[in-house]
């Protein structure tokens, strides 16, 4: 997702590579879960950094595009008419537009204003985290987990000399407001107790935390002209680290419908498959956390006995290595099923069924140059033309396109070797449109999906 918004600058060298989760119960390693192997869907390794780090890039990506963050701008206020949204800023300033996306995290004012409730419950009381330096006996490419009855403690390497964030659950005899050198001074005596490393081998912390973990969904993702996006729409247990990428895949779902209704490429209607397509994606990973949380935790007998008879022992075997892997990396997600993808007709070959997100792979532009699928798409949706296509063919498939979508937002490629097969039409999000359609049936879909007539194309801008 990075990459095609053009924000992954230069996170992978400074990333620090992860290729296995070690687990140790009760003082033995239990499993061994290799991470980082080259599979269908996924073929970039295994990498950890801050999510500071990936934010920076993105402000940064923000910034090149002409943006800018507006800190300390709080919105106090908004109410929506026909028209577009009021904003009230805290600093007493009003602005009008016509769409606002609530990105503002799980205590969401956009939600609130919205009138869209936010059930859920609490599954753990307290949890501390720490950014700490110190020297275990793991190594650096290895993610460490202990497990001991109801006691659990996972240590993750951080680009840095000796960076590790420790994250544990707080026992029970714990005071309430802990400050940070006691949070470090916890963690460091649980580290001890569980790896047998001497709490002298935390040196020091760089931050510290403590929070709370709520499983929560909004009803709505949409409220008329405002949109929750992030933690604003749905939040849950931090194991797995699904949170912030499930979050962007929202804005990445969101960003392409807004933009074709922004510029009268579609009517509003689109948006509605925004909550379609998210929703269950968001509340399948809701259900996985809260799943793996429980189990990782062990609360009950059974949940024990399960997690160190079946669970723990399971994750040494491949077939779950990688299924593990593909569905922590969300490649795997398909809209298959949404609405976007049940009005588009498939031939029946193999490859990508609409919906299903499209492997980044080498292609040609129009010109004979090189170039890869993904680097082509973000703000652009690419024609995906077998390399047998001939130029009159390819010329009227663009044509059916650009006039649906505008001038500028489609790029025609030739899958190279005919590794499709079939046209397809790729979505900014990587996500299979449509495949393997007559022009004419193109032309239907688009104008299905966008809401428009389907003897009248737009006039492409
Ligand atoms: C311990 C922990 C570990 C995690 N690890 C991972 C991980 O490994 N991988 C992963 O993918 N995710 C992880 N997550 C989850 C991830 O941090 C969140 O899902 C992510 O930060 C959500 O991003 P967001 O932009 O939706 O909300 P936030 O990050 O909460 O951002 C909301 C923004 O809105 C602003 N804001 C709030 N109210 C207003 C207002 N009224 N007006 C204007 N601005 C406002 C806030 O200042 C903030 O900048 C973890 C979370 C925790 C707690």
């Not at 800018?68 to 929506?80: D, G, K, N, P």
């Not at 599954?123 to 330096?133: E, K, P």
């Amino acid at each position: 997702m990075l990459d095609r918004a053009g924000a992954l600058g230069d996170l992978e060298q400074r990333a620090n590579p992860i290729r296995r989760v070690v687990v140790d119960h009760g003082g033995r390693q239990a499993a061994h879960l290799r991470l980082g192997q080259t599979t269908k869907l996924v073929t970039r390794p295994g990498l950890l950094i801050s999510q500071a780090e990936i934010e920076g890039s993105l402000r940064r990506r923000l910034g090149e595009l002409g943006g800018a963050v507006e800190w300390s701008r709080e919105v106090l206020h908004a109410s929506q008419d026909a028209d577009g949204v009021r904003v009230q800023l805290t600093d007493g300033r009003t602005a009008r537009c016509h769409w606002m996306v609530g990105c503002d995290g799980a205590h969401s004012r956009v939600r609130n204003v919205a009138g869209i409730g936010f059930p859920g419950v609490q599954i753990i009381d307290r949890f501390l985290l720490a950014d700490v330096v110190a020297e275990l006996p793991v190594p650096r490419d290895a993610a460490a987990v202990w497990l001991h009855g109801t006691e659990m403690m996972g240590a993750f390497p951080l680009p840095g000399n000796d960076l590790w964030r420790l994250m544990a659950p707080v026992t029970d005899a714990a005071p309430c407001d802990l400050s940070s050198s006691q949070v470090l001074d916890l963690l460091a005596r649980q580290l001890h107790e569980r790896s047998g490393c001497p709490v002298s081998a935390v040196r020091g912390a760089q931050w510290t935390s403590t929070f709370r973990i709520h499983r929560r969904l909004a009803h709505r993702f949409r409220q008329g002209r405002m949109l929750l996006a992030g933690d604003a729409a749905h939040i849950h247990s931090p194991f797995g680290g699904q949170g912030m990428n499930t979050g962007i895949g929202d804005a990445e779902n969101l960003a392409w419908k807004l933009a074709l209704v922004v510029y009268d490429h579609a009517d509003p209607a689109l948006l509605d498959s925004y909550e379609a397509e998210r929703r269950p994606i968001a509340t399948e990973v809701l259900q996985s956390t809260s799943a793996l949380t429980a189990m990782a935790l062990g609360d009950t007998r059974l949940a024990r006995t399960l997690r160190d008879h079946v669970f723990v022992p399971s994750l040494n075997l491949s077939i779950v290595q990688r299924l593990v892997w593909e569905s922590a990396s969300q490649l795997k997600i398909s809209y298959r099923t949404g609405p976007l993808a049940r009005t588009s007709r498939w031939s029946l070959r193999s490859g990508p069924r609409p919906g299903d997100r499209v492997p980044d792979q080498p292609c040609l532009r129009r010109n004979g140059s090189l170039t890869r699928l993904h680097a082509e798409l973000g703000a652009r949706w690419a024609l995906l033309i077998p390399s047998t296509a001939s130029a009159q063919q390819t010329q009227t498939y663009s044509d059916r396109a650009r006039d649906r979508l505008g001038a500028g937002t489609v790029t025609v490629l030739k899958s190279q070797a005919g590794r499709l097969g079939q046209v397809m039409l790729v979505r900014p999000d990587a996500h299979a449109g449509s495949c393997g359609l007559s022009p004419t049936s193109l032309d239907a879909w688009l104008a299905g999906i966008l809401g428009r007539d389907s003897t009248t194309a737009t006039v492409g801008s």
